[in-house]
């Protein structure tokens, strides 16, 4: 059963540092891209960062570019996402997805990704 599943969200201070971890089971893990998304209350989902499925290529929103990084260990089967300088604004629940494919080619589509972790939780205080 393909799955996916992130953890590391909390409560963290405006300036502060979080990494979030996504382990992914039950698909192959190193042929298909990934992406973070991200949801406010009241607003849309919207796609943070995306990684192919080499590792070698990585997208960004303009909002958290050189703020958050992307990663992937694949000998893990596990997705980080690296958030630096948090911002009030990035409060949000943050999901995992697995892509239908293996690349990462700009501002990620919900319809791309195939499997969907439960969400984790980022709370911004300022």
């Known amino acids: 059963q393909p799955q996916v599943m992130e953890s590391g969200g909390g409560l963290v201070q405006a300036g502060g540092t979080l990494t979030l971890s996504c382990v992914a089971s039950?698909?192959?893990?190193?042929?298909?891209?990934m992406g973070w998304f991200r949801q406010a209350p009241g607003k849309e989902r919207e796609g943070v960062s995306c990684?192919?499925?080499?590792?070698?290529?990585?997208w960004h929103a303009d909002s958290v570019k050189g703020r958050f990084s992307i990663s992937k260990d694949s000998a893990e089967a596990t997705l980080y996402l690296t958030m630096t300088s948090l911002k009030f604004e990035d409060t949000a629940m943050y999901y995992c997805?697995?892509?239908?494919?293996?690349?990462?080619?700009?501002?990620?589509?919900?319809?791309?990704?195939?499997?969907w972790g439960q969400g984790t939780q980022v709370t911004v205080s300022s």
């Open positions: 997805a697995a892509s239908f494919t293996g690349t990462c080619s700009g501002s990620p589509h919900r319809s791309e990704f195939a499997y």
């Open positions: 990684i192919n499925w080499a590792g070698t290529i990585s």
């Open positions: 039950g698909f192959p893990f190193d042929r298909v891209a």
